[in-house]
């Protein structure tokens, strides 16, 4: 039980900028329970819902739209925006596969992450506005839930399906992520999903997913593999492909 609470609390302290401590003992406890990540994720939808309910009674839908971007990054940190910014640079870079990893690699951003980058922060700011123009009550909270949840369950399936190409804590995650983590995680996503928005929450949530598995595939094919920043991309990719079919086509089916 101890290892178990000690995985829960690293979980939070490794996908989130709570400050509840971190260990590498922690981690690795933390590795043998990865299912935890979309645990963390409800969690962290919730706080957003919050957020959200609150502010919408004193800001308007861009304004609100605003606050909900800045409180994404301040509750979840940018390592995984870095690594959206890191794939979208490994993509942009010609060459051998061998080259694009060294762009992924480098520490300096450029023309391709910056595009990616600014794309999902633009795609976050239109799918909150459009979601409060649907007028449908509790959908952005709801929607919020569903959308961090799937995310972090994105950055599972791609773990699961992946190979490591490097090491690192992303070849900690893809080597340690067991098809019982998928199946566990799928099913705790998608019931959460389900509580939220009934099938629409089923909907985004598949979506979500399937918008991983692009990730990981396009991975694959620039990169032979994928790395902690692919894991990290997939969880910004998930997360926007949740929210843009709820702000979409997705609220039409309500």
Known sequence: MRKFLS????????LST??????????????????LFPVVGAVI?????????????????????L????????????????????????????????KKIAAMRDT???????????I?????????????????????????????TSAKQSMVTVAAFGRRIHEGFGAMTVDNTKRSDLIIGTIFSASVCYIVLGYLGIEAFIISQLAGLLVLNTANRHFGGVSGDIVGAANEIGRLAALLYLGGVGWMLL
């Open 7 to 14: 995985a829960v609390r690293n979980g939070f302290g490794f």
């Open 45 to 65: 939808g919730i706080i957003l819902a919050v957020i959200a309910l609150a502010s919408s009674l004193i800001f308007s839908p861009i304004m609100l739209a």
């Open 18 to 35: 709570i400050p509840v401590g971190i260990s590498m003992e922690g981690i690795e406890n933390l590795m043998k329970h990865i299912y």
């Open 67 to 98: 606050i909900l971007i800045i409180s994404i990054y301040y509750f979840t940190g940018i390592n995984h925006i870095d690594g959206l910014a890191d794939f979208g640079d490994g993509i942009a870079a010609h060459g051998t596969k061998e």
């Open 120 to 148: 999902s922060i633009l795609g976050l700011f239109v799918s909150l506005v459009s979601i409060q123009e649907t007028n449908v009550y509790l959908l952005l909270p709801f929607a919020l839930i569903v959308a961090e």
């Open 108 to 118: 300096a951003v450029g023309t391709g992450g910056i595009v990616f980058c600014l």
